[in-house]
């Protein structure tokens, strides 16, 4: 992939010389990267099903890519998915946690390395999340993430972590999201959540909202210093939540 720039804004994959049997799924890369960022869609608490691309929770993630592209149009910032063996979290397995630091390590091997923002919706936050220990990853957005309570947060410290997080989703808590970024925030880390008002867990009602904010905070972590009054720093003002 080297030596060729190819870029797509359709969310799709790019086809390429990647193989199946790949946790890296690029869609947007250039032969000379300076930072990446890697999409993690969701999928159930537990499933041996294989994951597949044509999954809902996979497609549901479409637009969000399209919306960071659009967000972050540099080509030097490579822009990619991650491909999950199997549909579910499966317990103490924690499937999808070995996926992502695959991916990472096949991103290493492709672009060298380079910091990196992981997007998680659902399942995929939480794995996120989890994966945010690896040393090149400074920050994670995470959308309507599942946090269940004793997820660890002490990895965390001087991480960012920006939550969005609907009010009405009745498949995630907010509240869980809240308390999980309290425990972050004691942590060390520079976490916050913001409310989306009146939004659902398939980030559907104002998913204008949802996928502006996911792009606006895709370019604000990947930026060198905080910008004031962008989301990181709104969501930091507030004592538990902000509004959307």
């Known amino acids: 992939m080297r030596g060729r720039t190819r870029t797509r804004t359709s969310g799709a994959p790019a086809r390429g010389p990647v193989g199946a049997g790949t946790a890296l799924v690029?869609?947007?890369?250039?032969?000379?990267?300076?930072?990446?960022?890697?999409?993690?869609?969701?999928?159930?608490?537990d499933s041996l099903a294989p994951s597949r691309p044509w999954n809902v929770a996979a497609l549901r993630m479409r637009p969000v890519v399209r919306a960071v592209a659009a967000a972050v149009p540099d080509d030097a910032v490579f822009l990619g998915q991650v491909r999950y063996r199997l549909q579910g979290w499966n317990g103490s397995r924690a499937d999808p946690v070995g996926d992502v630091q695959r991916a990472l390590a096949e991103l290493a091997r492709l672009v060298g390395e380079v910091p990196v923002i992981l997007v998680g919706h659902s399942m995929g936050g939480r794995a996120a999340l989890r994966v945010a220990a690896a040393t090149q990853v400074g920050g994670v957005v995470a959308l309507a993430p599942w946090c269940p309570e004793g997820e660890p947060v002490a990895h965390?410290?001087?991480?960012?972590?920006?939550?969005?997080?609907?009010?009405?989703?009745?498949?995630?808590?907010?509240s869980e999201s809240i308390a999980f970024v309290r425990r972050a925030r004691e942590a060390g880390s520079r976490a916050g959540v913001l409310l989306v008002k009146g939004g659902d867990h398939a980030m559907l009602r104002r998913y204008g909202t949802w996928h502006g904010a996911t792009g606006a905070a895709v370019a604000e972590l990947l930026r060198p210093t905080e910008p004031p009054g962008g989301l990181l720093a709104r969501a930091l003002s507030e004592a538990d939540s902000g509004l959307l």
């Open 156 to 174: 965390l410290q001087d991480k960012k972590v920006i939550a969005l997080h609907g009010d009405r989703d009745r498949v995630t808590d907010p």
């Open 26 to 45: 690029p869609v947007r890369h250039s032969e000379a990267v300076r930072a990446a960022v890697l999409v993690l869609h969701g999928g159930r608490a």
